[in-house]
Nanobody, 111 residues
Framework: QVQLVESGGGLVQAGGSLRLSCAASGSIFRFNAMAWYRQAPGKQRELVATITGGGSTNYADSVKGRFTISRDNAKNTVSLQMNSLKPEDTAVYYC?????WGQGTQVTVSS
């Protein structure tokens, strides 16, 4: 079992920044990837960013250059630094590890 708790969401104006955090507990495997997904109203869930146990990262084209994913294996946390936010980034953001999902945190970007 893995428990994932996201935090850091909120309301921000376009061009602003937010930092999401995910605290993981339970059967955490430090060699497994962690990921952030998001889902906007009426849209399919979208993979935003991934990070392997070794620190290799991958991003959706829509967020490249604006978002940065990082992890702290000692603290079992993964973060998503989001800069230059756009209204189309509005969504519920989820942390994912080994097929387990957090409850999500709402990010709203106003124009």
């Amino acid at each position: 079992q893995v428990q994932l708790v996201e935090s850091g969401g909120g309301l921000v104006q376009a061009g602003g920044s937010l930092r999401l955090s995910c605290a993981a507990s339970g059967s955490i495997f430090r060699f497994n990837a962690m990921a952030w997904y998001r889902q906007a109203p009426g849209k399919q869930r979208e993979l935003v960013a991934t990070i392997t146990g070794g620190g290799s990262t991958n991003y959706a084209d829509s967020v490249k250059g604006r978002f940065t994913i990082s992890r702290d294996n000692a603290k079992n946390t993964v973060s998503l630094q989001m800069n230059s936010l756009k209204p189309e980034d509005t969504a519920v953001y989820y942390c994912v590890h080994r097929g387990y999902w957090g409850q999500g945190t709402q990010v709203t970007v106003s124009s």
